[in-house]
T-cell receptor
Framework: DAGVIQSPRHEVTEMGQEVTLRCKPI?????LFWYRQTMMRGLELLIY????????DSGMPEDRFSAKMPNASFSTLKIQPSEPRDSAVYFC????????????FGPGTRLLVL | QKEVEQDPGPLSVPEGAIVSLNCTYS??????FMWYRQYSRKGPELLMY????GNKEDGRFTAQVDKSSKYISLFIRDSQPSDSATYLC????????????FGIGTKLQVIP
């Protein structure tokens, strides 16, 4: 299995632009998660899905952030408009169960907003 | 004060040394404790997962939880250069994904 796939791996954009991050979970995993990691705040859960349905989006920082999962093999995290403070590494992860022991992270997308 | 405190390091040790990584926390409701390893430019991977107090051993790794002191530790015996990574502690008051709180991570370098 290829693991969790994220694209792009790096993104540099200017303030105000729309950013779309993409994730393909491991086949057969019913849970999908989006995290953000910064030096100051560490790793934070933004939102997670179960069977393509958003379960908890309380970690989404603002209305500028939105996430979708149109099918079991694809999810997007969109930031519109982007701001410099959104600069971070964004991780997607997937899991077979509602247990951290079966969760696998992708390699992350490094986002820099100028 | 953050709910979970972790020294970011960096921590440098010679190969073969015993490494001790630690986190303190303030929320007495935490019952699930985890350690993740994160290599540079990679996502975190779960190393150890424990419930409540006590020790758990897996090969060269031992996780220790002291709920009375609100203190958790990860020990690495016979450290190897391949152990060089950032180690994140994490904790939660339930077994699900809601409200898992991560430490900032400690960067470890094992020098050959």
């Amino acid at each position: 299995d290829a693991g969790v796939i994220q694209s792009p791996r790096h993104e540099v954009t200017e303030m105000g632009q729309e950013v779309t991050l993409r994730c393909k979970p491991i086949s057969g995993h019913d849970y999908l998660f989006w995290y953000r990691q910064t030096m100051m705040r560490g790793l934070e859960l933004l939102i997670y899905f179960n069977n393509n349905v958003p379960i908890d989006d309380s970690g989404m920082p603002e209305d500028r952030f939105s996430a979708k999962m149109p099918n079991a093999s694809f999810s997007t995290l969109k930031i519109q408009p982007s701001e410099p403070r959104d600069s971070a590494v964004y991780f997607c992860a997937s899991s077979r169960t509602e247990n951290q022991e079966t969760q696998y992270f992708g390699p992350g997308t490094r986002l820099l907003v100028l | 004060q953050k709910e979970v405190e972790q020294d970011p390091g960096p921590l440098s040790v010679p190969e073969g040394a015993i490494v001790s990584l630690n986190c303190t926390y303030s929320n007495s409701a935490f019952q699930y404790f985890m350690w993740y390893r994160q290599y540079s430019r990679k996502g975190p991977e779960l190393l150890m997962y424990t419930y409540s107090s006590g020790n758990k051993e897996d090969g060269r790794f031992t996780a220790q939880v002291d709920k009375s002191s609100k203190y958790i530790s990860l020990f690495i015996r016979d450290s190897q250069p391949s152990d060089s990574a950032t180690y994140l502690c994490a904790m939660a008051n339930s077994g699900g994904y809601q409200k898992v709180t991560f430490g900032i991570g400690t960067k470890l370098q094992v020098i050959p």
